[in-house]
């Protein structure tokens, strides 16, 4: 059955999911930035006064996450859409090959255009801005997540 | 630093394919492990789709052929590790192997004046593929990230260019890889103007590059 409460804990346990080496930078803005989603901003952005020599164009962010929590918000709780990609995440975590942020990263990453270890910290973020909504079940604190 | 015979195998440039046949290059990688490259997260983006390294190896000692247009392969790249703030990312090549990476170290024990090396793709960008070699000093140690958590850097004394992105820079006195290239300086006013494809503001010889000791635990 889904219910995404069941992987939705504690922030100490969504942050303990994701490698060491992100979760270490991640904790840090999450205690320094003004937000979840400030602090999701400052991870994804390397700032620092440098024009890069090459790569890719960077993106919007607001625009970004306007689609993340949409896509978040359909994957958790539309009964309509993306039923595969439930399925998926039921049997990767069920067979223990996932952790829950990272088996939902890895469905929405073709539909956000983000490879899957780039949107697992900020799918993670995302969930703990669900926590701290404070609301009875994880489709309310998206529903008031979203109209913010 | 020592003997850099088979530099050319161990650094590459990286592209993505566009369409059937095209393959854009973005920057510069190189072997960090048995079957695992290091570059900029910015040369990759948020999405690693298409992503390959082609494997147009020619000797830094020969006369490099600056425009290859066809007779080389290129393998698929995907990434495993991303760390935006530091902007450093991880790409895994399952079908080749390096039989021999450089040690990895980070640039606390830079000092300025230090004599270091970087390789890269400069102007790769615009589909030059010359292996060059810039022997440069370090000029200054900076935090490269404004507000916690930082990202430690090293200012080199040279003008770096596009395609540069994501070169190694080797200590001069040994060969472990101290720092990866980020980017020239640029104040709020990059990216305003550009002139014949150059943006003005970054014509200076304040190249930064970040600490190459945020990819060991990357690896």
């Known amino acids: 059955m889904w219910t995404p409460e069941q992987w939705i804990h504690s922030e100490s346990d969504l942050l303990a999911a994701i490698p060491n080496y992100q979760r270490k930078r991640i904790e840090v803005l999450l205690k320094s930035e003004e937000s979840p989603k400030a602090a999701a901003r400052a991870w994804i952005t390397f700032d620092g006064h440098i024009a890069p020599f090459g790569g890719s164009q960077p993106g919007n962010f607001e625009k970004f996450w306007v689609n993340l929590l949409s896509e978040l918000r359909g994957l958790l709780c539309d009964e309509n ?68 | ?15 993505r394919r566009v369409g059937d046949r095209e393959l854009r290059l973005l920057g510069t990688c190189f072997a960090v492990a048995r079957q695992k490259v290091a570059t900029c997260f910015h040369v990759c983006g948020n999405d690693d789709s298409e992503l390959y390294v082609p494997l147009r190896v020619q000797s830094i000692d020969g006369y490099q052929d600056p425009f290859p247009s066809e007779g080389y392969s290129a ?15 991880i790409l895994q090549l399952d079908e080749l192997e390096f039989t021999y990476t450089d040690d990895i170290g980070g640039t606390d024990d830079l000092k300025v004046g230090n004599p270091v090396i970087m390789f890269g793709f400069p102007h790769s960008t615009e589909g030059r593929m010359v292996l060059t070699r810039h022997d440069v000093q370090v000029g200054a140690k ?78």
């Not at chain 1, 859409?81 to 990263?105: C, P």
């Not at chain 2, 190459?212 to 690896?219: G, L, N, P, S, V």
């Open chain 2, 142 to 219: 900076t935090w490269l990230r404004q507000r916690d958590p930082r990202a430690k850097g090293v200012v080199l004394n040279m003008l770096a260019r596009p395609g540069q992105s994501g070169s190694p820079i080797y200590d001069g006195r040994s060969s472990s890889i101290k720092g990866v290239v980020v980017g020239a300086y640029a104040n709020a006013g990059a990216g305003l103007m550009t002139v014949a494809g150059v943006d003005p503001v970054t014509l200076h010889q304040t190249t930064n590059a970040v600490s190459a000791e945020y990819i060991k635990d990357m690896i």
């Open chain 2, 75 to 89: 393998v698929k790249a995907r990434m495993v590790a991303a760390e935006p703030s530091v902007d450093i990312a």
């Open chain 2, 1 to 15: 630093m020592g003997d850099i015979l088979g530099i050319e195998h161990k650094i590459l440039p990286l592209g």
């Open chain 1, 81 to 148: 859409k993306y039923q595969a990609e439930r399925n998926e995440i039921l049997s990767k975590v069920g067979a223990g090959n996932a952790t829950f942020s990272g088996a939902v990263a890895y469905v929405l990453a073709p539909h956000l255009s983000m490879a899957a270890v780039v949107l697992t910290p900020l799918v993670t973020i995302v969930l703990i801005l669900v926590i701290r909504a404070g609301k009875k079940t994880v489709c309310e604190a998206l529903a008031s997540i979203t109209s913010d």
